[in-house]
C-alpha cells in the first residue's frame, strides 16, 4: 500500500462485483467475510510458487491461486517470499493484502507467526488507505485482531481475545465467537459494513522484522476447518481421496508377503521390507507408482499424505537407522517414478520439513523440532536423494540454514520454561555502576537452595536442547561425507561448492537484506559446523596418525595465494588482490613456484574484462569497493530473502570469482624450480581433483612456501570448511554474540532495583503505609520480571553462552591465531591472507572476555595463558606492520592493543612477549605522530603510564565520582594497571636512540599544539553561542569534538610528564643536540596552558559553569594535574647535575614571555594575586628549610594526588620564606614548584 495521500493502486477491473455462481475453491487458516461471520486464523503459510489462474466464485473475486499482492497491494517497506506467502516487515509499519477478496459467504485462512511483535492481521476494502502509523484495523473498513497486545481494531480498540505466541492458530469471527487453537474468545465484530462495492481482502500490518507466512489453501491446514467455513482456496480434494487410497494400496503391499512355499498371503513387518523381492510385488507397485508419482507433484498432496505417512513410520521410536524403510521408499521412488517426479516430490518434501519446522511452536520437550528433524535425517541419508538436493534444493531453492536455528521463545510460558525451572535465581552481587562486585559474600542458605535449584532446571533445559543439537549435527555430517562416490561427486565437494556460493552472498550483499542470512541463524550454524568439522578432522586423525588433531588446526597460508579458494572481493591484508598479484609475483614465483596467468594481471574482476581498452596497469587500479551493489527498493515490496526460500535465478552465477584460481594440473611430479601458471575457474567448476588434490597435485595445498612445515595436517576439502566457519563468524555471528548480552545486563539492573527497593522498605518507617505500600507494589513488578528474565537467560546460556559454545569460540581463536602466525613465517606472502582472519582473532577475544561472564570464566579455558600471550605478540607486532595497508584492519589492531594494555591479565600478557617483540613494540609506539592515526597510539603510552603520573590515580575524574558511567566495562573506566617494564623500555629507546627521541616529542608537542588551540576555538564558539540572547542550541556534534580535542590535550600532556620522568635527560641534559629547543618548546606550551585555564573570570571557567550535557570531563582538575606533573618532575630532577639542571629549567620556564606568575598562584589557590609578592624577604633559616624541604624525596602519597596536604599550609610557609623577590628568583620558583608538590 502507498501513503495515504497517494493512496494504494489498485486496479478496479480485476475485482468487479458478480454474483455468477461458481463453487469457490480455497484453503487456509481463519479469515471471514463480513456478511455474516468473519474468522481470523494466525498461523499457516506456504514456501512454494503457485501458477495464477482466476477463477470467479460466488462471494468471492480473484485468482483461484491467491498469493499477497506484491505489485501494488502494499505500503511500507516489506520483503515478500517467493511464493508469494511469506512477508517480513522492514518499516516501520508496513501492510500488504491478498490478491483475492470476498463479499459473501463465510471465509478463512491461516497465518503461521514466527514472531511475538506488533502485527494487526485482519480484511481491509479496496479504498482502505494506510501508512507507516495506520494499518489494518485502524481505518472505517478494516478489521484486525492484534494477539501481542490483545486487542481487536476497528477504528477504536478494545480489549479482545488472548496473548499469542508463536505457532497460535487464532480465529477472529466478525459477527460471532472468535477462536485460538479451537478456544472460543467470544464475538469479534458485529458490525461489519455490507452492500454494493464492499468487498473485503485479507489483509495484514506488521512493525519491523516481525514475520508471518499466509496459507490460504495451497497447503492443508494445521488445525481442523471451522464448521460452515470454506477457505479462499480450494485443497485438491479429487486428487486427496485418490493419493490416500493409493496410498494404503501402497502400505498393504509392504505389510504383505507372498510364502511361495504354501502359496498364500502372510503378513510382514514393514521395518524388514526390502526392495528386493518377488516379481509379483515390484509389477504391483509399478502399478500404483504408475497413478501415485503425479499426485507426488503438488505441495498439498506430498505434506497431508507423503510426509504424513513417512512421520508415522519415525513416531515407533528408536534411532533413525532402525527405520530402513524409508530408505526403501525412497529407492522406490527413484526406481518407479520419472526423475522430474521424483525431483519435484524431493523440493516439495524438504520444503515442507523445513516450514514445519521453522513455524512449530516451542514445547517443553521440543518434539516437534525432534520430529522434523528426525525426518530430515531419514531423507538424507538416502545417497541419491542428499546428492540431488544438495545439488538444487538446500542452498538454491531453499536455506538448509533453518535446519540448525533453535529460536527464543520470547515468552517463557511458550517454551514450557516455568515447568522445566520452577524456582528462579539470579545473581546479587552487582555495584551501582552494574559491574560485578569483586567482594566475596558469604551466600546465605536460602539463597544456596535457589541457585541450586535453578541450575538443575538449566541442567534439565540444556539436555532437552542437546538433543536438538545432536540431530542437527548429524545433518551436517550426511552433508559432508566424503565417501559417497557412486554415480558423482561426493557429498562434501557439493557442499562445499553450495557452502561457498551461501558465504558470497551474504559477504557481497552486506546491505541487501533480501539476501542476507539472519545473524541468529549463523550463530547456530556456526557452532553445529564446527562440531561436524572436528568430528571428522579428528576421524582422519585416526586414520593417519602422522596429521594434526583439531586442537592444532590451522588455515596454511597458500591457500590465500594458490587462487584455489575464492574470498570474492573481501580485502586482503596487503590490499587489492589485483595489486598484490603484481607487486608481489616475483615472491609468489620465488616462494611457492606459482606464476599468474597474464590474465589475471590484466583483468580480476568482471568489470575489468567489460574494458577491454585498459591496460594492466589501470586495470590493477580498480577499486572494488566501486562495484556497484543490490539497491534496495525502498517503499516497495521486495523478493523473498534468500535464506528462506529460493533466490534470484543465476544470482550465485552473477559473480565471476575475482580471487579463485585453479592449477593446471600437472601430468608428472612438480621439480623443485618448475613454475606454475594459474588461471580462473568459476567454484562451481572445482572437481574432488581440484581440491584435495591428485598424484603431483596438492590441491589446495598447492604453492606451500619453504617454511611450512611438511607435516601433513588433514584432509583439504576440511581446510575449507574451517575458512568458510572463520567467514561465518566474521560476517554476522560476532555481532550477534554481542547483542544477546543484552538480557544478562536486563537480569543486571533489574536486580539492582530490587535490591534498592528492598533496602527502602526496610527503612520506611511504619507509620507511612502509603509508601510501604507503593514499595511493596514496585517489588512485585521487580520480582515478577527478574523470574521472566531469568528462565529466558537460563535458554540464552544453554542455546548461545554455554561452555560447549564458549569452547567452540576458544577453539576458533586458537585457530586464527595458529592460522596468522603460520602466515607471518612466509614473509611478504603474509599480505594475500584475508583482513577478516585478524579481525576474528581480535574479535572472539573480546566475545570470550565481555560476553560468556560471568556464566563462564575464559581463565578456566585450557591453556589461556598462553593464548592470551600469542594473541599479545600478534598485536604488538603487526599493529605496525607495513605488509598490512587497509586503515580499518591497522585501526582495528590499535584499538585491540589499546583494549589489551587496560586490564591488568591481558597486560601481563603483552609483558611475557619476548623481550626483542616488546622493544619492537614501543619503537613502533614512539614513531613520530605525523602522517598516521595517533590518538590510539598515545592512549596506550597513556594507559602504560596511568597510576605513576601525579595525581593520576584515579579510575574516574573526580567530579564525577557521583554520576553513574553509561558503560562501566569501557577499557578507560579500567582501574590504573601501569607497566614499569614496559616504560623501562621506552626509556632505555629514549636514551640510547638520539634521533628517535626529538623526532618524537617534537610530534607530541606539534599535536598538543593543535589539540589545545583546537579545544579553545571550539569553547569561544559555544561560548558566543551560550551569550546570545535568542533561544539557540550548541549542536551535539560540535561539543563532541570540543571535549575530544580537551581529552587529547590532557592525554598528551600526560605523555609529555611520562617522558619527562622516565627521561629528563633528554629536557635536560643540553650535551644532546636538540635538548634546549625541546626545554623551551615544551616551557611555551606549558605556559599557554597554564594562562589559558588559570585566567581571572576566563572563558574556560565560564563554559566549564555551563555544565553542558557532553563536556563532562572538561574541568580544570585533569589538565592542571597534567601540567603540575611536568613542572613537578622538571624543578624537582635528581640527576648528577640536580642544581644545574632544576636551575636551568626554570630559567627557560620563567624566560618564556608567556610566564605569568599568578598560574603558579592559582595551582597553589591563593584568592589575592598579591599574595605572594607582598611577602618579606626571605632570611637565611628561611632559605635552609627551603633547602631542606627542596632535598627531600618527594612522598609517595603527594604524588598520587595533590589533594593530599593542606594547601593552606603550603601557601603559610611560602608567605614565610618570602622567596619571590630579588635575584633569587630562579630558586624561589623551584621551592614553590616543591611545595606545590608537596601539598
Keep these: 500500500m502507498t501513503s495515504r495521500g497517494a493512496g494504494t493502486a489498485f486496479s478496479r477491473k480485476n475485482y468487479r462485483l458478480s454474483t455468477e455462481p461458481e463453487k469457490s475453491k480455497v484453503t487456509g487458516r481463519v479469515l471471514y467475510m463480513p456478511c455474516e461471520k468473519g474468522a481470523l486464523w494466525v498461523q499457516g503459510a506456504s514456501l512454494i510458487l503457485i501458477e495464477i489462474s482466476y477463477q470467479v466464485a460466488e462471494g468471492r473475486l480473484g485468482p483461484s491461486t491467491v498469493v499477497l499482492d506484491h505489485t501494488s497491494g502494499f505500503e511500507g517497506l516489506l520483503l515478500v517470499d517467493d511464493d508469494l506467502l511469506g512477508v517480513i516487515g522492514h518499516s516501520n509499519f508496513g501492510s500488504i493484502r491478498a490478491t483475492t477478496c470476498v463479499y459473501k459467504g463465510k471465509w478463512i485462512y491461516e497465518v503461521l507467526i514466527s514472531s511475538q511483535g506488533l502485527m494487526q492481521i485482519g480484511w481491509c476494502t479496496l479504498n482502505c488507505r494506510f501508512n507507516q502509523e495506520e494499518g489494518v484495523g485502524d481505518t472505517p473498513d478494516s478489521y484486525a485482531y492484534d494477539g501481542n497486545r490483545v486487542r481487536k481494531w476497528n477504528v477504536t480498540t478494545t480489549n479482545y481475545g488472548k496473548e499469542q505466541k508463536a505457532g497460535d492458530s487464532c480465529s477472529l469471527d466478525a459477527a460471532g465467537p472468535c477462536e485460538v487453537n479451537g478456544i472460543s474468545l467470544g464475538t469479534a465484530f458485529d458490525n461489519i459494513t455490507r452492500g454494493a462495492g464492499m468487498a473485503y481482502f485479507p489483509a495484514i500490518s506488521l512493525s519491523f522484522k516481525e514475520s508471518v507466512a499466509f496459507n490460504f489453501g495451497s497447503r492443508p491446514l494445521r488445525y481442523p476447518l471451522v464448521e460452515g467455513y470454506r477457505p479462499l482456496q480450494d485443497p485438491p480434494v479429487a486428487d486427496l481421496v485418490k493419493a490416500r487410497k ?72 528408536g534411532a533413525v537407522e532402525a527405520h530402513p524403510l524409508i530408505q526403501q521408499l525412497l529407492d522406490l521412488m527413484w526406481l518407479l517414478m520419472e526423475e522430474y517426479e521424483v525431483h519435484e516430490c524431493l523440493k516439495q518434501l524438504l520444503m515442507s520439513l523445513l516450514r514445519a519446522y521453522r513455524f512449530s511452536p516451542i514445547i517443553p520437550d521440543l518434539g516437534l523440532q525432534i520430529h522434523y528433524l528426525r525426518l530430515t535425517i531419514a531423507v538424507l541419508k538416502h545417497e541419491k536423494s542428499r546428492k540431488y538436493l544438495l545439488s538444487n534444493v538446500l542452498f538454491d531453492v531453499l536455506r538448509s540454514v533453518v535446519f540448525f536455528y533453535i529460536k527464543s521463545p520470547l515468552r517463557v510460558e511458550e517454551a514450557g520454561l516455568q515447568e522445566l525451572i520452577p524456582t528462579t535465581w539470579w545473581p546479587n552481587r552487582f555495584t551501582k555502576e552494574g559491574k560485578e562486585s569483586k567482594e566475596v559474600k558469604e551466600e546465605s542458605a536460602e539463597e544456596r537452595l535457589r541457585r541450586r535449584a535453578y541450575e538443575r532446571g538449566c541442567q534439565r533445559l540444556k539436555k532437552r536442547i542437546e538433543v536438538v543439537e545432536g540431530l542437527q549435527v548429524q545433518i551436517l555430517k550426511l552433508l559432508l561425507n566424503n565417501k559417497d562416490r557412486g554415480g558423482g561427486e561426493a557429498s562434501r565437494y557439493i557442499f562445499l561448492n553450495k557452502f561457498r556460493k551461501f558465504l558470497q552472498e551474504n559477504a557481497s550483499n552486506r546491505g541487501n537484506l533480501a539476501v542476507l542470512c539472519p545473524p541468529e541463524y549463523m550463530v547456530c550454524f556456526l557452532h553445529r559446523l564446527i562440531a561436524a568439522l572436528r568430528y571428522f578432522w579428528d576421524g582422519h586423525k585416526v586414520k593417519t596418525p602422522a596429521s594434526l588433531s583439531s586442537e592444532e588446526a590451522y588455515v596454511p597460508p597458500q591457500l590465500f595465494y594458490n587462487g584455489k579458494v575464492d574470498y570474492f572481493d573481501l580485502q586482503r591484508l596487503g590490499g587489492l588482490l589485483s595489486h598484490l598479484k603484481k607487486t608481489l609475483k616475483d615472491d609468489l614465483a620465488a616462494k611457492a613456484n606459482i606464476l599468474i596467468d597474464p590474465a589475471e594481471l590484466q583483468a580480476v574482476t568482471m568489470d575489468d574484462l567489460d574494458e577491454d581498452e585498459e591496460s594492466a596497469t589501470s586495470a590493477a587500479q580498480v577499486s572494488w569497493s566501486q562495484r556497484p551493489s543490490a539497491a534496495l527498493a525502498i517503499g516497495g515490496a521486495l523478493a523473498r530473502p534468500a535464506w528462506l526460500s529460493s533466490p534470484t535465478l543465476g544470482r550465485a552465477n552473477r559473480f565471476l570469482s575475482t580471487a579463485a584460481v585453479s592449477l593446471m594440473n600437472p601430468r608428472r611430479p612438480l621439480g ?141 581463536l586458537r585457530v586464527c591465531i595458529r592460522t596468522i602466525e603460520h602466515g607471518d613465517r612466509t614473509g611478504s606472502l603474509f599480505a594475500f591472507m584475508p583482513e577478516f582472519y585478524l579481525s576474528v582473532a581480535m574479535n572472539s577475544y573480546s566475545a570470550l572476555k565481555n560476553y560468556f561472564s560471568p ?221 634546549e629547543l625541546l626545554l623551551r618548546r615544551l616551557a611555551q606550551l606549558l605556559n599557554q596552558v597554564l594562562n ?26 585533569p589538565i592542571l594535574v597534567a601540567v603540575t606533573g611536568i613542572l613537578v618532575r622538571l624543578l624537582t630532577f635528581h640527576g648528577p647535575y640536580s642544581l644545574k639542571e632544576t636551575e636551568r629549567a626554570t630559567a627557560v620556564l620563567l624566560a618564556d614571555p608567556c610566564f605569568q606568575l599568578r598560574s603558579i598562584q592559582y595551582l597553589l589557590g591563593h584568592a589575592e594575586p598579591s599574595a605572594l609578592a607582598a611577602a618579606a624577604p626571605a632570611t637565611d633559616n628561611q632559605w635552609s628549610r627551603a633547602e631542606s624541604l627542596l632535598q627531600s624525596p618527594v612522598p609517595a602519597h603527594a604524588m598520587s594526588c595533590h589533594q593530599g596536604a593542606s594547601r593552606h599550609q603550603a601557601q603559610a610557609q611560602l608567605q614565610v620564606c618570602g622567596i619571590l623577590s630579588g635575584p633569587q628568583l630562579c630558586q624561589g620558583l623551584h621551592l614553590v614548584i616543591s611545595f606545590l608538590c608537596l601539598g
Excluded at 261 to 282: A, I, N, Y
Excluded at 285 to 300: D, E
Excluded at 718 to 742: A, F, P, R, T
Excluded at 1092 to 1112: I, K, S
Aim: net charge negative; charged share 25%; glycine share 4%.
Design 246 to 317: 493409493l496410498l494404503g494400496y501402497l502400505k498393504n503391499v509392504i505389510h504383505i508377503g507372498i510364502d511361495v512355499t504354501e502359496g498364500k498371503l502372510v503378513e510382514k513387518d514393514t521395518s524388514m521390507w526390502q526392495l528386493q523381492g518377488e516379481p509379483t510385488v515390484l509389477i504391483t507397485l509399478a502399478h500404483i507408482f504408475n497413478y501415485f508419482s503425479p499426485l507426488m507433484c503438488k505441495v498439498y498432496l506430498v505434506e497431508d499424505v507423503l510426509m504424513t505417512f513417512l512421520l508415522s513410520i519415525l513416531e515407533r521410536g
Design 672 to 812: 623443485a624450480l618448475e613454475k606454475i601458471k594459474v588461471l580462473t575457474l568459476r567454484a562451481e567448476q572445482r572437481t574432488r581433483e581440484d581440491i584435495e588434490g591428485t598424484h603431483g597435485n596438492d590441491g589446495l595445498l598447492l604453492g606451500k612456501p619453504p617454511e611450512e612445515p611438511d607435516q601433513p595436517i588433514t584432509e583439504n576439502s576440511l581446510l575449507e570448511v574451517l575458512d568458510g566457519i572463520v567467514m561465518m563468524y566474521n560476517l554476522s555471528v560476532h555481532q550477534q554474540l554481542g547483542k544477546m548480552v543484552g538480557v544478562s545486563d536486563d537480569v543486571n539492573e533489574y536486580a539492582m532495583a530490587l535490591k534498592d527497593t528492598e533496602e527502602k522498605i526496610s527503612r520506611c518507617p511504619k507509620r507511612r503505609r502509603d509508601i510501604h505500600e507503593e514499595l511493596l507494589k514496585s517489588q512485585k513488578v521487580f520480582s515478577e520480571k527478574l523470574n521472566h528474565l531469568s528462565r529466558r537467560l537460563a535458554w540464552i546460556n544453554v542455546t548461545i553462552y554455554s561452555k560447549e559454545k564458549m569452547q567452540d569460540i576458544y577453539w576458533l
Design 855 to 1075: 556464566v563462564n570464566s575464559m581463565e578456566e579455558l585450557p591453556g589461556y595463558e598462553e593464548t592470551l600471550m600469542r594473541l599479545a605478540a600478534i598485536l604488538a607486532k603487526h599493529f605496525a606492520d607495513s605488509r598490512i595497508v587497509g586503515t580499518d584492519i591497522r585501526d582495528s589492531l590499535m584499538q585491540a592493543l589499546a583494549s589489551y594494555v587496560c586490564y591488568p591479565h591481558s597486560l601481563r600478557a603483552v609483558e611475557r612477549i619476548p623481550e626483542e617483540q616488546r622493544i619492537s613494540m614501543m619503537k613502533n609506539l614512539l614513531a613520530p605522530y605525523e602522517q598516521r592515526p595517533w590518538a590510539q597510539t598515545n592512549w596506550i603510552l597513556v594507559r602504560l603510564w596511568r597510576g605513576c603520573g601525579f595525581g593520576y590515580r584515579y579510575t574516574r575524574l573526580p567530579h564525577l565520582l557521583k554520576t553513574k558511567p553509561e558503560d562501566a566495562s569501557l577499557p578507560s573506566l579500567q582501574k590504573p594497571c601501569p607497566s614499569t617494564l614496559l616504560q623501562r623500555h621506552m626509556a632505555e629507546l629514549l636514551r640510547s636512540d638520539r634521533d628517535l627521541a626529538p623526532s618524537f616529542l617534537n610530534s607530541v608537542l606539534n599535536q598538543l599544539n593543535w589539540a589545545f588551540s583546537e579545544f579553545i576555538g571550539m569553547i569561544q564558539e559555544i561560548q558566543q553561542a551560550a551569550e546570545r540572547l535568542e533561544r539557540n542550541f550548541v549542536d551535539s556534534r560540535q561539543l563532541k569534538v570540543c571535549a575530544t580535542c580537551f581529552d587529547l590535550s590532557v592525554s598528551l600532556l600526560r605523555v609529555l610528564e611520562m617522558t619527562v620522568t622516565l627521561a629528563p635527560e633528554i629536557f635536560l641534559d643540553w650535551n644532546r643536540p636538540s635538548s
Design 1092 to 1117: 589559558r585555564v588559570t585566567a581571572e573570570r576566563n572563558l574556560f571557567d565560564r563554559v566549564v559553569n555551563l555544565r553542558l550535557p557532553g563536556l563532562e570531563s572538561v574541568d580544570h582538575y
